[in-house]
């Protein structure tokens, strides 16, 4: 079997999905994956970031780390994607980005890919399975399979049981949830591999 190119893609306001994206690496790698860790890049107004003292602080935390390009996503053959909740959605700085992939979308360069999700919100009914599930509409558009989690190991259930993807609170990302992301990009690595033979 080929080895699998993950591409483990983020967005993290105060670093929950940070830490989500950085669990994500080490288990696919561990799975025998190639992985780029990549940022979304930021687009709120710089006066907006800096004034809020963490905000500001995790943006200067992934300076480090590449923004993710349309070319990363035509190079992987799997995406593992974690961003927090805005309204019960994606924030606008995910959205941002997946609206400069129409060139590669239209060119079929996305399709045929594996794609899971993960995300945070501030509380636990705050659209965390929304937040996943419009994600997977996004990806289905270019022709990706889905790959949730489901209920397919215990870990999932102590993690709080969301078969569409990892969810925590913001804040909230404990031993349990480590497990949890885990399992999803191994289980992420494995399918990309049946995929690419």
Do not use: C
């Not at 830490?19 to 790698?29: G, S």
């Not at 992934?62 to 309204?87: C, E, H, L």
């Not at 060119?107 to 419009?134: D, V, W």
């Amino acid at each position: 079997m080929s080895q699998p190119k993950i591409a483990v893609v983020f967005y993290s306001t105060y670093g929950t999905n940070h830490q989500v994206a950085l669990a994500a690496v080490e288990a696919a790698k561990e799975a025998g994956a190639e992985v780029r860790l990549l940022r979304i890049a930021e687009t709120a107004p710089e006066a907006v970031v800096n004034g809020q003292e963490a905000w500001k602080e995790q943006l200067e935390k992934v300076q480090d780390i590449a923004v993710v390009t349309p070319d990363d996503m035509v190079w992987a053959d799997g995406y593992f994607f974690s961003a927090p909740t805005r309204f019960g959605g994606g924030p606008s700085q995910l959205r941002a980005f997946i609206d400069t992939l129409g060139g590669v979308w239209s060119a079929g360069k996305l399709a045929n890919k594996t794609f899971t999700a993960t995300t945070s919100a501030q509380n636990p009914h705050g659209g965390q399975e929304a937040t996943i599930l419009s994600l997977y509409t996004s990806a289905m558009h270019w022709g990706t399979i889905i790959v949730p989690p489901g209920y397919t190991d215990e870990v999932l259930y102590e993690a709080g049981g969301n078969p569409y993807g990892f969810s925590t609170e913001a804040g909230k990302f404990d031993d349990k949830g480590r497990a949890a992301v885990a399992h999803q990009a191994k289980r992420l690595v494995e399918v990309t591999a049946k995929m690419i033979g």
